[in-house]
């Protein structure tokens, strides 16, 4: 995810190579970074905190604890920290820290390829120059939401963060029923992908409720019908259901757990 941002921001030319430092434990990840963007690489993370105004931490929610102490005490009252770490709530890090201009973020894996849906909150010491800021970065990854209550960071953890490992399930569940009926892969792959890219393109743009667009394409003792008959009765909606919701609790779980023991 740093890797998207950092191609978004360059593509959109809202900084220039030279003004992002990147860091990272693996020397092999760092020289690919550099070679790839331009950027400066170092694996020193309280020197790459003090290049800009804005220092992005995109860590694995385990060893967020470390590098936050690490940082303790490095950062200008001027800088602003944007979190895209899992969980990590905004008091673990403002204590951990010792700073109070804090965004926290959760985006997800379509910011890519400039088509993520990223939504964030912001504490009340990030300046109004920081939130545009913000705004423009997450417009370069896709679209973007603010709210004000940082407990829906959880919730969108589980729908729009976790959502598309549903999607892709569900793809790799059709195209190998497609298999099964007989498709060559790469047809059923194409089929699959282009059914949902046309699908979702249709419901942006029609603005109706998901269930009358499903009762557009089910006939009466049809195979729409007929599908959708099994799709219910093997709980399609409450297994997809509890996965957001154990999605969710996970999210909480990580966010209690970051720098204890």
């Known amino acids: 995810m740093a890797e998207a941002m950092i191609q978004g921001l360059l593509t959109t030319h809202l900084v220039e190579p030279g003004e992002v430092a990147a860091t990272g434990p693996r020397q092999k990840r760092r020289e690919e970074l550099e070679q790839k963007f331009g950027i400066r690489v170092t694996a020193d993370n309280r020197q790459a905190a003090q290049v800009g105004e804005i220092v992005v931490l995109s860590v694995k929610p385990q060893i967020l604890g470390t590098v936050l102490a690490e940082l303790k005490g490095t950062l200008r009252p001027q800088q602003m920290v944007m979190s895209i770490v899992a969980g990590a709530r905004i008091s673990t890090m403002r204590e951990a820290l010792g700073h109070d201009a804090i965004v926290r973020v959760m985006p997800n894996t379509p910011a890519q390829i400039g088509e993520g ?104 003792g049809g195979t729409s019908a007929e599908a959708l008959y099994q799709l219910e009765k093997g709980s399609l909606r409450t297994v997809l259901s509890k996965a957001i919701w154990a999605a969710y609790e996970r999210s909480q779980f990580l966010g209690g757990s970051i720098g204890k023991a």
Do not use: C, Q
């Not at 849906?117 to 800021?133: K, Q, R």
């Not at 999607?167 to 498709?183: I, P, Q, R, W």
């Open 117 to 220: 849906m990223s939504v964030w909150t912001a504490t009340a010491g990030v300046s109004e120059e920081h939130l545009a800021h913000v705004r423009a970065i997450l417009r370069a990854l896709g679209k973007e939401l603010f709210v004000e209550d940082e407990k829906l960071l959880d919730m969108a953890t589980a729908v729009s963060g976790t959502g598309p490992t549903y999607v892709f399930l569900v793809m790799e569940a059709m195209v190998d029923a497609a298999v099964h009926l007989g498709f060559p892969r790469h047809v059923a792959y194409e089929l699959v992908t282009e059914t949902m890219r046309g699908s979702v393109l249709y419901a942006m743009k029609s603005g109706k409720h998901p269930a009358e667009l499903r009762n557009m394409v089910t006939s009466p």
